[in-house]
């Protein structure tokens, strides 16, 4: 008996199931450490599809597993980026499936103002290197934008600012998102803010705004911080429609100043560069106007100054047809005369033509010849009758002979008399062409004259009898004289 006792174990310390040992584990841990701050630097993170966050606190020696609920992970004023420093806020607890302890983080920040600028070099170098910073990728500002969007807190000094200053400089119409401008919900609401603008109808019912302008007043790095987030950075590099930035004071430099088209250094100072002065505008194109008034009364005078100059190098009317009109009065008087004169000529040589001997000698050898050859081919019994009448034909053929040069002298005269009319002819289409030249020339002397140019509503102004052309001379002459088209008109000093 004694010896079956002894087999038997002494051991009367109590057994614990697995998930008893992992309840009490985790009663005492959550007990112990029910709100604590850690503070570390961020080394994994996972964003799952479920919304959670997980991610490791580490420091030289250990190792934190960490969870951020998707409740949570919502509402966080800055998100965890891996290599940030960062004090988190939560308590511990276990995870039993795996059987190790974790912290569950309520909120995380960063760790000072160091951490946030590494934080904030690390995302610039990151958005710089897509090139989101280039300077070729920023638009020009329009001159004068007909509407203006403004992504800004509605209820601050901001927005009034801005609505002053634009109203004393050139009103426009503005359009107001409201969004917050610090805390969780401002990177989400400024980067819909610019979406939507950017989303709306050129034209339409809420018109589309020419430039936007995204303010807010100064403030801590942590107050700005949601101007650094890469969304607000990603809206405004994406934005069709050009943006002014205006964050914080002069000092104050965030993300979006680096990828908006211009940098205001107050909300001020983003109006300053919306719109130019009305008043400075209304006085340059007056100005302009002026300009433009002088030059174009300069140019005039130029011109008509050098039509005149034109017009006296130009030879006078009188002078142009003077010799042709000579030239025309002496052969309208030279013509008849060497009509009649031609008409003689040609008379008498007609006249000397009919009576020479030799040419009557010549036709009637040439007759002869030709009756000769005629009377050789007549029959024999013919040649009696034409030695027998030989005489009487001969006689007969001198009146014929007569009266055919009577017929050529008369078509002599006839030609004659034809080009007699010709030439006259002639010498009246050239006298009427030569006329016609002649009023061309005096229409176009009428034309190039003052006097057509006072008809189209100029006027020429004399002082002491000479053409004033200057102000200084009006001023100097003792009396001004006006000449209109209708007349003149007298001004005495």
Known sequence: MNDLFDDEPADNTPEFSVSEISGAVKKAIEGGFSHVRVRGEVGRVSRPASGHIYMDLKDERSVLAGVIWKGRAQGLAHRPEEGMEVIATGKLTTFPGQSKYQMIIEDVAPAGAGALMAMLEKRKAALA???????????????????????????????????????????RKVLVWPVA??????????????????????????????????????????????????????????????????????????????????????????????????????????????????????????????????????????????????????????????????????????????LRPGMLSRRLAEDSRRVNSLSARLVPALERRTREGRAALSQTSRGLRATLLMDRITRQSERLESVVRRLSDRATRQQTERRARLDALDRL??????????????????????????????????RLEIEFADGRLTVSK
């Open 129 to 171: 290197a897509e090139g989101l910073f280039a300077p070729e990728r920023k638009k020009e500002l329009p001159y004068l934008p007909e509407i203006i969007g403004v992504v800004t807190s509605p209820s601050g000094a901001v927005i009034r600012d801005i609505l002053h200053r634009l109203r004393d400089r050139f009103p």
């Open 181 to 354: 401008v610090q805390g969780a919900k401002c990177a989400p609401e400024v980067a819909a803010a610019i979406a939507g603008f950017n989303a709306l109808t050129p034209g339409g019912a809420l018109p589309r705004p020419d430039l936007l302008i995204v303010a807010r007043g100064g403030g801590s790095l942590e107050d700005l911080w949601g101007f650094n987030e890469e969304a607000v950075v990603r809206a405004a590099a994406a934005s069709d429609i050009p943006l002014i930035s205006a964050v914080g004071h002069e000092t104050d430099t965030t993300l979006i100043d680096f990828v908006s088209d211009m940098r205001a250094p107050t909300p001020t100072a983003a109006a300053e560069l919306a719109v130019p002065v009305r008043m400075e505008l209304l006085a340059w194109t007056d100005q302009q106007g002026a300009r433009l008034s002088r030059t174009l009364a300069t140019a005039l005078s130029q011109r008509q100054q050098r039509v005149r100059d034109l017009g006296r190098a130009l030879p006078q009317v009188d002078a142009l047809v003077e010799g042709p009109r000579q030239r025309l009065d002496l052969l309208a008087e030279r013509l008849p005369n060497a009509l009649r004169r031609t008409a003689a000529t040609k008379r008498l040589r007609v006249s000397e033509a009919a």
């Open 445 to 478: 002397r009428e034309t190039l004259g003052y006097v057509e140019t006072l008809k189209r509503g100029y006027a020429v102004v004399r002082g002491d009898g000479n053409v004033v052309t200057d102000k200084v001379t009006a001023e100097n002459a003792a």
